[in-house]
Each structure stands twice: as structure tokens, then as C-alpha cells.
């Protein structure tokens, strides 16, 4: 470790006491060091013995020095400071210059009677402007006035009161009053209501400079003094603003939201990361805008959760999932499955046709950042288990710390959701049009809107990116992808994984139905290949039906994923279940429910219509009861013949079903009635036989 003059370091003895030091000099293998807060002289040390105290723990290393304060620009010093400062290096110029002072007392005695002798100083105000210089630094600036030290409170050394006469009343403000002050503004300004300091005048008057208290009405009323004995509003607020207004006031009102809203911004979130993918951020937000079903467009849904994963190195948007349920781990796992996977194929299912250029996110990224929701817990461990994420969760209310992807969240607002049909821009007000009626767009549709909106964010230039030295001389413009494609040649690549593998571990898993007709899952049918191969149809069929493991997308409802011991199979929807194909599963679900909704509504209807069947069954059976009466046969003379008796009561009903119309005959004799088929069949077996004979 090497030391330098002016250096500081700090011991600790064994009392406890930490002595502070300063390097005067290096000479061969010794150092001259002064401890600043005594009044001794330099003392010779070993730079190996400082050394080892280092290295050893026993002494450390001063980051800060406090003499920097005083290293302000010429400008900035006032005319009366200078001329004292130059005064008081005139009178030890010849001193400092004399290195011999640092090592041996007796040339620094000499040196210093020799100068006061010439400029008639006392020899303690020199040594006082000596060690001054020492203990500043050893420069020119270190014999500064210390006016830095005005403006702290200091006791009253008298009672007069300083400031602007009131109109009436006023008092001296003494260490009594401050006292009050201080009370009444830690009981009623620092509050998370957020009070005003009138209020808290009012309240701190009434509770700490009363003359006492009286009862009325049964209410304890405190009696205040008259007016010329009461502070005033502008001595409460002087005194605030001038002791206590500052961070501590601020966090005590702001409370959680302090280092959200009001902590000071001393760094970029871009620093962060060292390229693309290296550092993601995901987030969701309540979409602001309202949609309608996809199978019914008359139904209103609600309004979608989206989430977005934004790289921070590049600011492109990596991945997104459009929803209409809840955030839950599942759908932050379909965002970020969407960031690692390829776009081209994902942009394909929606019509949208694109190069790997205009969206070149895929990959598995090195970090992630999350809020504590959904990415806290046991199901989140297998992304950093599986997919060796490095998974970071924020403190609460520190959505400061995920500000790339927050930031994205409004501009996605502005330049889409606030455009379109149902969007809800401001909270609704007294005669402002109901956004919900407005509402035109389903889910599937929005999502096409999002994916060219991305596809666009990733083109655009950005104003204010922090473009890091490299990227400035090689010239690299200041739009996501082209940060991206230059960060990718810089040697740096995403891990990969199998489209299959990412599926596995990240989307949702269930048991579905092998049935004669497919695999059923929530009343879709899908085919399986292998399992048409294996017979397992056929099985199902004779009795041995059985559930098999999937893995599915909510976003999509066209297929499901069997993961056997040796591959990955994708088992598309069968044509019975096309209707539903390629919507999502919570508008599948939804159709459902209505379509159980309405069958309740309609119970009692549909009861009364099987109630007045029965009630006919009913009474025509009991009719026909009583016509036949107690039977007069026996068993076995009632089931004889019953082939005779088919027949014959089959010619009653087709003579009785001729039409016979006797008035129209009457009346238009040359009606035809039209011909019987049962006839025209007898006549023609009858002719067969005749010509056979």
C-alpha cells in the first residue's frame, strides 16, 4: 500500500479514542505525522510500521478530507477573507518553506523565534497558524477564516428580540420557546396528513402556552394568554424553517414514500448493467382501457393487466404478456417466457410478419428485477433454479428502482391506450362520457395494437440515453435495437435455452383427460400423436380412461404441450373445439360461466316446462288407464296374437287417415283426392303375381 503526503488514517487506541492523523512528509522510509486534534507537535513514524496497522485492521485509510471544504475558487472568497488569509501566510511563509520543521523540534523552534523576531508575532499565534495550515491540508486556502461556522445556533446571550416588530404581540424567543416549538412540531406538522404550519401554530399555541385550562359544557378548554404574550405565526415559521425544515422533517411527513418521491437522484439505472440482457426489469400495470369479449362483443370485460420486461442496458421492450387476469406468478412467467423466446414465430400467430432485426430480444437474461408480489416465493425459485436467473426482489414503495420499466409504463399509456376506443384518461367526473360504453376492442386485438407499438418503442431515438465513452466515439445511435445489435458484437451473447425447456419450466402445468375423443382440458379437445399411436382412444373408450400432464399458454388457447421422457410434444386443438381456438382461456372461461349464468336464470323456466309434460304424460296415461279398466283376459291371452293385432289396428289407422272430405265432394265434383300409397302398392304386387302366374 502506498502512502503520500497529506494522506489520513485513523487509530483506534486501546480506550476506544480514534486518533486522526495526517502525512507532513516522506522522507527515505519514515513518514512526519500530525494528529489533528491534538495540540502537539509532528512526530516521526516508520511507513512500514503504518503499513502493517493497515493491513492489519488496527488503522484505516480517511476517504473524505475535511480540509477539501475549504478548497473553494478565488472568486468565490470575499476581499476581506484573502486579505486575512495572505496576512497570516506572510507571517509563517519562511516557516513552511523550511522542511527541516517537520523532523527536527529544535530548527522548528529556531525557525519560528527567528520569524516573530522579524515580524513581531507572539510564538502561540504562530503556532496556532501553523498547525492551522497543518491541519487544512498544507495549503495556502487552510488559513481561512472559519466563517462556515456563523450560521450555527448559538445560546442568547441576551433577551432582547431580534427581528421585524409585529403589528401586535410578539416575544423573545428564548431556549423555553424553542423547546415548545420543537414539540409542537414533532406533535403536529410531522405528520404522514401532512398538516400546515399555520395549523400546527395553532394546535402548538393552544396545547404548550396556555395559562391553564376551564370547563365548559363539559369540555376541557385550554385559556390562552393575551396577545403580546404569544409568539407570533412568522416566529413559528422563522424558527422551523431556519432549525428543523430538512430531510429529517420531510421523511417524518412523507413516511414510506420518502425515498420514492423526494430521495435524491445521484445515478443512472443504465450504470447498472454491463449489456444487453445482462439486467431486466418487469413490472404490470391495470391497462387503461376497457375491452369487450371476443366471442360476444357485446360483453364488457374489464380492463387488461399488462406486463412489460424491459432490458435496462438498451431500453427495448424484451417481452410482454396482455391479460385479463389477475397479477399472479403465472403471468409474470408468460411475460418473461415471451422475452426469452424468438419474436418472429410469436409476431406470426398474430398476422404480423417481422425480421429478426425489428425485434432481436430472445435469449435468458443474467439479472432480473422484480417487486415483491409475484416473483416472491416458492414457484419463482425455479427460475433461478432452472433457468439461472438471478432473480432480485425491491424494498417496498421502491418502484424507483424498477424507473426503466415504470417510465415505459406511462409513454405505452400516452402513445397507445390513451388513443384508443374505452380508454379511460382521467377518473370519471360528473356529465363525462362512461369510457366502458365505448369500449370496441377485445383482447386479441389489443395485443396486435401492443406488439406494433414495442415494435415501434424499439425503433425510436431516444433523447436523453446515457451513452457510455465507447459508444460515443464509435458513433452508435440512440435507438434500442441498434444499441442492442452493438452491445450483442461487443462479444457478449443471451444464454440459450430451448424454446421447449423455457415452456416446461416457466408456463402453467394441469392434468388433462385422455377421453375416446381427444384430450379434454377445460372442455376443449386436443390430438396427441403419440397418444393416437399408443392407443389411448382406444383405451379410453373400453373403459380405461386415464389424465396425463400438460402445460399450457392462458394467452392461447390453440394448443397444449405433453412433455415425455424423450420430446416435447405440441397437441393441437381438434375441429369440435375450432370455435375456441386461438383466444385466450379466460374468455373461454368467461363464456362458460355466462352461458352457467344464463341456465340458472332460466331454471325455473325450463323446470316449469318439463312440470307441464309431466302433467300431460300424466293425464293422458290415467285416461288411458281407466278406458282399458280391470282386465278381463288372462296374462296369456292378452300377449297372443299381438303380431294379428299389430297388423289390423295398422289398417284401422290407415283407413281412418284416408281424407275424406264429404261436403267438398258435394260441392266441387271433380275433386281427385290424391292417391294412396298403400293401394298403389297393393295393385302393383298384385300385377307381379298375376304376370309370375
Given amino acids: ?138 495549503v495556502k ?28 404581540g410578539g416575544i423573545t424567543i428564548g431556549e423555553e420557546e424553542e423547546k415548545k416549538f420543537l414539540w409542537g412540531i414533532k406533535a403536529f406538522y410531522e405528520k404522514k396528513s401532512k398538516p400546515s404550519l399555520r395549523s400546527a401554530y395553532r394546535k402548538t399555541i393552544a396545547r404548550y402556552f396556555n395559562t391553564g385550562y376551564r370547563l365548559e359544557g363539559g369540555t376541557t378548554i385550554p385559556v390562552l394568554p393575551p396577545t403580546e404574550l404569544l409568539p407570533t405565526l412568522r416566529q413559528f415559521c422563522y424558527w422551523y424553517n431556519t432549525n428543523r425544515s430538512g430531510e429529517k422533517s420531510l421523511r417524518a411527513r412523507e413516511g414510506k414514500n420518502f425515498n420514492l418521491k423526494l430521495r435524491p ?4 439505472s443504465t ?87 425489428e425485434w432481436p430480444c430472445k435469449g435468458i437474461p443474467t439479472n432480473l428485477v422484480a417487486d415483491r408480489g409475484e416473483l416472491k416465493g416458492i414457484q419463482a425459485d425455479q427460475i433461478e433454479a432452472g433457468l439461472g436467473i438471478c432473480l432480485t426482489n425491491t424494498p417496498p414503495y421502491r418502484a424507483d428502482m424498477k424507473g426503466i420499466v415504470e417510465r415505459t409504463f406511462q409513454i405505452g399509456n400516452k402513445q397507445l391506450f390513451h388513443t384508443l376506443p374505452g380508454a379511460v384518461t382521467k377518473s370519471q367526473e360528473r356529465g363525462d362520457e362512461d369510457p366502458r360504453l365505448s369500449a370496441t376492442l377485445n383482447i386479441v386485438e389489443l395485443t396486435k395494437l401492443v406488439i406494433s407499438w414495442i415494435l415501434t418503442h424499439n425503433r425510436k431515438r431516444m433523447e436523453h440515453y446515457p451513452a457510455n465513452e465507447q459508444m460515443l466515439q464509435e458513433g452508435i445511435e440512440h435507438i434500442p435495437n441498434a444499441i442492442w445489435q452493438w452491445g450483442l458484437g461487443q462479444n457478449q451473447s443471451l444464454p440459450y ?13 394441469a392434468e388433462a383427460g385422455i377421453t375416446p375423443q381427444g384430450i379434454r382440458y377445460k372442455r376443449a379437445y386436443y390430438h396427441s400423436e403419440k397418444g393416437a399411436l399408443e392407443g389411448w382412444y382406444l383405451n379410453a373408450r373400453a373403459g380405461g380412461g386415464s389424465k396425463v400432464k400438460i402445460c399450457y399458454d392462458p394467452r392461447d388457447t390453440s394448443n397444449i ?113 290424391p292417391p294412396s300409397y298403400t293401394d298403389m302398392l297393393k295393385e302393383l304386387q298384385k300385377k307381379r303375381l298375376e304376370e309370375n302366374l
Fill in 1 to 138: 500500500m502506498k502512502l503520500a503526503k497529506n494522506t489520513l488514517f485513523e487509530i483506534v487506541t486501546d480506550s476506544g479514542k480514534v486518533l486522526t492523523y495526517r502525512i507532513l512528509g516522506i522522507r527515505m522510509e519514515s513518514a512526519s505525522v500530525f494528529e489533528l486534534n491534538s495540540k502537539s507537535m509532528p512526530e516521526i513514524m516508520e511507513l512500514k510500521v503504518i503499513q502493517d496497522m493497515l493491513e492489519d485492521g488496527n488503522a484505516k485509510l480517511v476517504a473524505h478530507d475535511p480540509a477539501d471544504s475549504k478548497l473553494l475558487p478565488e472568486s468565490e472568497l470575499k476581499s476581506v477573507w484573502k486579505n486575512k488569509r495572505d496576512s497570516a501566510w506572510e507571517s509563517i511563509k519562511n516557516i513552511i518553506e523550511n522542511q527541516e520543521i517537520l523532523w527536527d523540534s529544535k530548527a522548528r523552534w529556531a525557525a519560528i523565534s527567528t520569524q516573530c523576531k522579524k515580524n513581531g508575532k507572539s510564538a502561540t499565534n504562530t503556532y496556532l497558524l501553523i498547525r492551522k495550515f497543518w491541519v487544512g491540508g498544507q
Fill in 141 to 168: 486556502n487552510a488559513l481561512l477564516p472559519n466563517y462556515a461556522n456563523i450560521n450555527k445556533r448559538r445560546e442568547k446571550k441576551n433577551t432582547t428580540r431580534v427581528g421585524r416588530k409585529p403589528l401586535i
Fill in 265 to 268: 437522484i445521484v445515478g443512472n
Fill in 271 to 357: 450504470s447498472q448493467s454491463f449489456g444487453p440482457g445482462d439486467l431486466y426489469q418487469i413490472d404490470s400495470t391495470v391497462g387503461d382501457i376497457y375491452l369487450v369479449s371476443a366471442i360476444n362483443p357485446n360483453t364488457i370485460v374489464g380492463r387488461p393487466i399488462l406486463y412489460l420486461v424491459t432490458d435496462v442496458f438498451t431500453r427495448c421492450i424484451a417481452g410482454f404478456n396482455l391479460s385479463l387476469e389477475q397479477p399472479s406468478y403465472i403471468q409474470a412467467a408468460l411475460a418473461l417466457e415471451n422475452a426469452c423466446s424468438d419474436k418472429v414465430e410469436f409476431c406470426k400467430q398474430f398476422g404480423i410478419d417481422i425480421s429478426e432485426e
Fill in 497 to 509: 435455452k430451448s424454446p421447449n425447456v423455457i415452456k416446461t419450466l416457466l408456463l402453467p402445468q
Fill in 561 to 673: 404441450f405433453i412433455r415425455h421422457d424423450d420430446n416435447f410434444e405440441t397437441c393441437h386443438i381438434k375441429e369440435m373445439s375450432k370455435p375456441f381456438a386461438k383466444r385466450t382461456w379466460a374468455e373461454v372461461e368467461q363464456y362458460f360461466y355466462e352461458k352457467r349464468v344464463e341456465q340458472e336464470k332460466n331454471r325455473s323456466e325450463e323446470l316449469q316446462k318439463d312440470a307441464n309434460l309431466d302433467a300431460q304424460i300424466e293425464e293422458i296415461v290415467s285416461a288411458a288407464k281407466d278406458k282399458i279398466g280391470r282386465p278381463t283376459s288372462t296374462k296369456t291371452a292378452r300377449v297372443k296374437n299381438i303380431r294379428e293385432n299389430r297388423k289390423d289396428e295398422a289398417e284401422r289407422l290407415r283407413e281412418e287417415s284416408k281424407p275424406a272430405h264429404p261436403e267438398c265432394i258435394e260441392q266441387e265434383p271433380d275433386y281427385i283426392p
